[in-house]
């Protein structure tokens, strides 16, 4: 008996571990997440079960006690359950609290770490989370806490030079560009990439006081990955977008 959190990474279903696909290809039960993609079920073995657990803001469709209890009572009966999580399994996810309850039955434990679409998802659309000169570090924010509030490091992250990724905060994006901007980052380039890796994917750039009304004209809906920094500059759509916004040609930058 034992339980396998899995990442599965940022969408792309060929942006997975080799030992991700041990994992599945071995497992009795799969418990997948919405961002997952299932395409990966296909690695199963013919008689697992799979079980979609999904969660989404707002539309959690199992709640996360049940979760514990159908990995414990499959666990129980001697199965290998894999939770199939997007991105890293760990990174803003209760990977922990799943491994301490299930722990406390006795049952083996392992993780089995995943590419994640904080550094993935704009590094794919070239925009490097660190560059040289530009950003010497990158921070990782979750859009709220588990009361529906801002981070407190958001201020702090407001007030950086780093590159700043934000996971889960389309919904607060009103509040977190005007927090930015309190902090005099009106011209700051952001990056807004839904459906990171995939083939729907679709991107959105602008500045702190333009990036609101451009999601809204483009339709860009959750799950989506915030960029806020100087590096978004270096997408190439990005400047593509400034010479045409300004009428100028590359050779005049």
Not at 140 to 162: F, I, N, R
Request: charged share 25%.
């Amino acid at each position: 008996m034992k339980l396998s959190l899995v990442g599965s990474g940022p969408g792309d279903a060929e942006l997975i571990t080799l030992k991700a696909l041990k994992a599945l290809n071995s497992a009795d039960v799969i418990l997948y997440d919405a961002l997952a993609n299932p395409s990966l079920l296909t690695y199963r073995k013919a008689d697992a079960e799979v079980v979609f657990v999904g969660k989404r803001f707002g539309k959690h469709s199992v709640s996360q006690d049940e979760i514990n209890r159908i990995i414990v009572y499959n666990a129980l009966e001697g199965k290998h359950v894999v939770r199939l999580k997007g991105g890293d399994p760990v990174i803003f996810g209760r990977a922990f609290e799943e491994i301490e309850y299930v722990e406390s039955f006795g049952i083996a434990t392992e993780i089995i770490p995943g590419i994640s679409s904080c550094v993935a998802v704009p590094s794919l659309n070239r925009i490097p989370v660190t560059k040289r000169g530009v950003a010497d570090s990158f921070w990782v924010l979750t859009g709220h806490t588990k009361e529906g509030t801002l981070p407190k490091d958001m201020a702090l992250a407001a007030q950086s030079s780093a590159t700043i990724i934000i996971l889960m905060g389309l919904h607060k994006i009103e509040e977190i560009m005007a927090l930015f901007a309190k902090h005099g980052k009106e011209n700051t380039p952001v990056a807004v990439i839904q459906n990171g890796s995939r083939p729907d994917e679709k991107m959105v750039l602008g500045e702190v006081n333009t990036i609101e009304k451009k999601i809204s004209d483009q339709g860009i809906t959750s799950p989506a990955v915030i960029v806020i920094g100087e590096t978004v500059k270096s997408c190439p759509q990005y400047l593509a977008e400034y010479l045409e916004s300004n009428s100028l040609t590359e050779s005049e930058c």
